[in-house]
Every structure is written in structure tokens, then in C-alpha cells.
């Protein structure tokens, strides 16, 4: 969501960022529909100062004795309360419009961030590790799983349908243990707090992290009414809305692990084998909520912490800047952090960390009070996977893999799997 006034105040670089994302400019629509709202607000306003000196106006006429002036001044006020009411009506109307062209326009990405169209278009910041060499052509993790007997998509599918699978025995325990090992690490070597939370939210929280209105096709919905978070990035951000905090408590630092929801719209035909893009799948979120003159060096923190876990595992990355026509709607900038699979021969994204400046704040009504000269701000709030946890079993698997369909387990996650160093067929 974006502050009126600075659309006003910056309208060229406004519309610049939409140019950059692919979209026409819209300051002049924005600007059109604030200036009639401010017009309409200026005669309510006279509207509503008449009535208020025509009460007055009653009483003095009326201990006066003037019974037919207070009968003019009774039906004068009886006529502005009609108006006022419309008037009250048509404001909200203007506001609701306002409200869902800003809510439709996605984030302006910062000045860093490369022009272009798709992915093709993003740039290579870095990569990290070599990928392994196997002296065998290697498999691809539903290849491996079902192998063994742990990776079970065929029951997956009576139970639920397409895209959810069932892990069992070490496949199942590997999963865990990667989510265990990764919540460790962020929160007694990164400082991030810990939290359990909703898997069901409200419209209100949805929206405030830009996933309503514009993606309502891409998430879940019960029939009471509520929203399966299709990331803990949802019920993390929004434990600050409708908060003003205290400069001191900056920056916060939260993690989760939760199950995700997406209906995956729009994906048909692309990953239908395997776990890479399923219905149903966990993942170990990262938010941080900082001032805006922080929020930059919070970024970069936050993708090496999510970097760090794949190189405690072994595993090979690379970590892309995405385009302007990559990046998601509320981002200003973002990192993709994209792993080395072997069976598919190609880097997939395992994270994705973004830093959406007040985008966010505003739409939750997030804000601080400074330290010195006691002003509020809207914060600044950033997102990130630590990592899909999903797709690093996948990553585990496919690069641990041995030439007889077994896979050892990374030494750093064995205190997490009892010991046990290889998974095996019974």
C-alpha cells in the first residue's frame, strides 16, 4: 500500500517503478480520485460547520422567542443531516476506491534491482560450492523415495488427490530432523524468536501482507470464512499489526516452522512429479521487522542466514538477484536462493528473501516511535525461507545420493536422526 502524499510528491519516480514492473503509469488516477475525495471532504466539511452553527443558531432563536426562525433552522439541519449522511456515503466510496487501486499496484522495487521481464532477465550474485560428481547417472529424489519404499505419492493421491505425498519412516523423520536443525541454528546463532502460530487468519491479516485481494485464487479458504497461510510469513508479520512499538524493541526477529497451503493456480503442467510444488508442503519462514534506515543490512543478514544452512549441509547454491518482472508484488528487492539438484541437473530456488519496506506496515497499521523527537514512522518488514524444508529433503537426497539408491545423512543432521547415517531399503 502506498502513502498518497508521496505518490504525489514523487510522481515520476512513482511511475517509473511501475513502468519497471511492467505496468502503465498510474499517478494520474491516483492523484484524480485524491483530488476528489478532498473535494468532496471540503464541502462535507462546510456541510457539517453549517449544521453545527444552525443548532447553535436554534437554541439562541428559540430563547428568543423566535419560534418561526428556529422552525427554519430545524428544517435547514434536518436538510444538511440528509446531505451530511450522503455526503458521509460518497466519502466512503472514494476511499474504497482508492483503497483498491493502491491495493491492486504492487511494490516499487528499489534502484538496485535489474530491469526486465522474467527470470531469464535476473542476475548471478553468487555461487557457492561445487556440485558432487557421481560416477552414476544420478535419480531424482521420487525416484529415490519411492525406491525405498519412504516416498509414497500413489496413497497420497487416494487420500488427498494431487500433489501431497506421504513420507514415512527415516524419510519422514529426515524431514523433521532438517526443520529441527534449521529452527536450532536461527534462533541460538541468528537471534530469531521462536514462535508457534496460526495456521488460520482473517481477511484482515491477509491482507496486510498483500496476499488479499489480488492472490485470493492462490490460497485456501474454509467455509467459515478463514485463510490456510500459504506461508508463516502471514501469521509472523502481522503479530505487529495495529502496534506502535518503541524504537528500542527494533529490530524483531521471528522464525517458524509451519505447514504452508498454496492451490499452486496457474501451475498446471509445470513439477507434477515429485514434491517440488505441492498443495501441502512445511517450511521454516524468516521475518524481521526493523526501521526503514535498517532495513537494507537486515536484508543481506537475513540471506546469509538462510545461506548458512545450506553450507552447514554441504549443499551447492547459487543466489540470484531477481528482475523487476520476477520479483513478487510486495518485494522491493529480493534474493532467490536457488540449490543444486543433480537428478535434475539444475539449480531450483530453496529460498526467496525480500525486503518490502512500509508496503506492508501500512496496509497492518505497524508502526514505531522514534527514540529522539518521539515521531511515529511505519516500519519496515522483510521476509524469508530458512528454508523450504521440503526442498531441502529433496536437495539431501538427490546430492547424498549413493550408487546402490541409499543416501547418508549429512554429519550435521545426524544428532537430529538418533545417529542413524544412511537411509537404506529394508
Known amino acids: ?167 514415512k519412516g527415516a524419510l519422514a523423520r529426515l524431514e523433521r530432523a532438517l526443520a529441527q536443525f534449521m529452527l536450532d541454528i536461527h534462533t541460538n546463532e541468528f537471534g530469531y524468536t521462536e514462535v508457534s502460530p496460526p495456521l488460520l487468519v482473517r481477511d484482515q491479516a491477509a491482507y496486510g501482507t498483500a496476499n488479499l485481494p489480488k492472490f485470493a485464487e492462490d490460497l485456501f479458504q474454509t467455509k467459515e470464512g478463514f485463510w490456510l497461510i500459504p506461508t508463516a510469513e502471514v501469521s509472523l508479520t502481522n503479530l505487529v499489526r495495529e502496534t506502535i512499538l518503541d524504537e528500542t524493541d527494533l529490530p524483531m526477529r521471528f522464525t517458524a516452522w509451519t505447514p504452508c497451503f498454496r492451490s499452486e493456480a496457474g501451475s498446471a503442467g509445470r513439477d507434477v512429479r515429485g514434491m517440488i510444488r505441492q498443495h501441502q508442503f512445511s517450511k521454516v519462514e524468516l521475518v524481521s521487522v526493523t526501521k526503514g534506515d535498517d532495513g537494507i543490512a537486515e536484508h543481506e543478514r537475513m540471506t546469509g542466514c538462510a545461506e548458512a544452512i545450506l553450507k552447514r549441509l554441504g549443499l551447492a547454491y547459487r543466489t540470484m538477484l531477481l528482475c523487476t518482472g520476477d520479483m513478487g508484488f510486495a518485494s522491493r528487492k529480493t534474493y532467490d536462493i536457488e540449490v543444486w539438484l543433480p537428478g535434475q541437473e539444475a539449480y531450483r530456488e530453496i529460498s526467496s528473501c525480500s525486503i518490502c519496506g512500509d508496503f506492508q506496515a501500512r496496509r497492518m497499521g505497524a508502526r514505531y516511535r522514534a527514540s529522539e523527537g518521539r515521531d511515529v514512522h511505519y516500519v519496515t518488514t522483510l521476509n524469508g525461507s530458512g528454508l523450504a524444508v521440503g526442498r531441502t529433503l529433496i536437495a539431501v537426497m538427490e546430492n547424498y545420493q549413493q550408487g546402490d539408491g541409499s543416501i547418508v545423512i549429512p554429519e550435521a543432521l545426524r544428532p537430529y536422526t538418533g545417529g542413524i547415517e544412511r537411509i537404506a531399503a529394508a
Open 1 to 167: 500500500m502506498f502513502d498518497i502524499k508521496w505518490i504525489r510528491e514523487n510522481a515520476e519516480a512513482f511511475d517509473r517503478g511501475l513502468k519497471n514492473r511492467g505496468l502503465a503509469p498510474m499517478s494520474g488516477e491516483v492523484i484524480a480520485l485524491d483530488d476528489e475525495r478532498r473535494a468532496h471532504l471540503f464541502k462535507l466539511q462546510e456541510a457539517q460547520a453549517r449544521r453545527n452553527a444552525a443548532s447553535k443558531q436554534i437554541g439562541k432563536a428559540k430563547a428568543e422567542k423566535d419560534e418561526e426562525t428556529a422552525r427554519q433552522l430545524m428544517a435547514e439541519v434536518a436538510e444538511l443531516k440528509v446531505v451530511i449522511q450522503a455526503g458521509e456515503e460518497e466519502e466512503r466510496r472514494v476511499d474504497r476506491s482508492i483503497e483498491n487501486l493502491l491495493s491492486g499496484l504492487p511494490n516499487i522495487p528499489l534502484d538496485d534491482v535489474p530491469v526486465g521481464a522474467d527470470e531469464n532477465d535476473n542476475q548471478l550474485v553468487r555461487t557457492v560450492g561445487e556440485p558432487p560428481a557421481f560416477d552414476f547417472k544420478p535419480k531424482e529424489h521420487f525416484e529415490l523415495g519411492e525406491a525405498l519404499g519412504l516416498m509414497d505419492f500413489e496413497t497420497a493421491s487416494k487420500i488427498s488427490g494431487a500433489r501431497f505425498v506421504v513420507l
